[in-house]
């Protein structure tokens, strides 16, 4: 077995002869694992035929790795200078759906529906960077969510560098307020984040937006909780068409458009809504029928850690009732 001290990679009931061959004519070796881990994602069993030449380690055949519930289809794969520190390796393959739900609980998340799937055209790692020639697509929410531009620097470092620009269409908000036990929304959002840089697997900067498409034609509805959520997350206040003593007495209202947008930088988010004032910001524009409520954000420089709290505050159920 092998297993790093740091817990960034593991390998169990590893068995094989591997042969590293810098001759011409192609040797064939095999290796194979029990089970096997990076970071916290876990690996099925796994038997891979291989050849070498020329100081090169092949893939004889395509590989079917087992990750979490789904499969890591590998159609290539080459290894270069194992074992060295200039190790290099590229990969082709499918990522067939894996559950939200078992991803989110391996990365200590709060647990999210749906499925993560893709298509790898072009995983290298080279020069201690690993990088994707193509997009990596998650299926989640009734939605879809395209990563482009993943880099990840310093893999196996102390300090791992990720980089990424994320887009998201079409996902449901019932579903997703759900899942994390925030208040009932219903309607579609649309959004994006990008240039996401993450630093040690914690956000360092970004720019993101959220709001519904404009071709939206689900009931626009929210909740009496999900307004305190909302509240809480923008440090705003509601505000109804009628007076606030009579607010308690409807379980949800009627709202026009939603929306939320954070530039982190130096552990600030700086915010804004989907209408911009001189003093605050829309985060809910009101609907068209009573009973309907609007809801300002007044705070824009939120402080990345306190927005993180009030966030799991949420999730956990405890996020404070504006009255």
């Not at 709001?211 to 034609?217: F, I, K, L, S």
Request: aromatic share 8%; with cysteine.
């Amino acid at each position: 077995f092998l297993e790093d001290k740091l817990g960034r990679f593991n390998l169990y009931g590893l068995n094989g002869d591997v042969i590293l061959n810098s001759g011409e004519i192609p040797r064939e070796s095999h290796l194979s694992w029990q089970g096997a881990g990076i970071y916290k994602l876990d690996l099925g069993a796994t038997e891979l035929q291989m050849q070498s030449s020329q100081g090169l380690i092949k893939l004889q055949q395509p590989t079917d790795i087992p990750i979490l519930d789904g499969v890591l289809k590998i159609d290539r794969l080459e290894l270069d200078k194992p074992g060295q520190a200039d190790v290099s390796f590229y990969l082709d393959g499918l990522l067939t759906p894996i559950s939200l739900q078992s991803f989110s609980q391996a990365m200590g998340w709060p647990i999210m529906a749906g499925k993560l799937s893709g298509i790898i055209p072009g995983l290298r790692y080279e020069g201690h960077r690993l990088t994707m020639d193509g997009n990596l697509l998650v299926r989640a929410f009734d939605g879809s969510i395209p990563i482009r531009g993943l880099e990840v620097r310093d893999l196996f470092g102390q300090v791992p560098r990720l980089e990424a620009d994320i887009d998201i269409h079409g996902l449901n908000l019932k579903t997703l307020t759900s899942t994390f036990s925030f208040g009932k929304i219903t309607g579609q959002l649309d959004g994006f984040i990008h240039d996401l840089k993450l630093e040690a697997w914690q956000p360092a900067s970004f720019t993101a937006a959220f709001t519904n498409p404009p071709d939206d034609e689900q009931p626009h509805r929210i909740s009496q909780r999900a307004v305190d959520d909302l509240t809480s997350i923008g440090g705003g206040l509601p505000t109804a068409g009628i007076s606030g003593r009579f607010m308690q007495i409807f379980d949800d209202f009627s709202y026009g458009q939603i929306g939320l947008s954070c530039r982190l930088q130096n552990g600030v988010c700086y915010m804004g809504g989907v209408q911009e004032e001189d003093d605050s910001y829309a985060i809910l524009t009101r609907g068209f029928l009573p009973p309907w409520i609007s809801i300002q954000g007044y705070n824009r420089r939120v402080d990345w850690s306190v927005l993180m709290e009030r966030l799991r505050d949420i999730v956990r159920g405890e996020a404070p009732i504006i009255q």
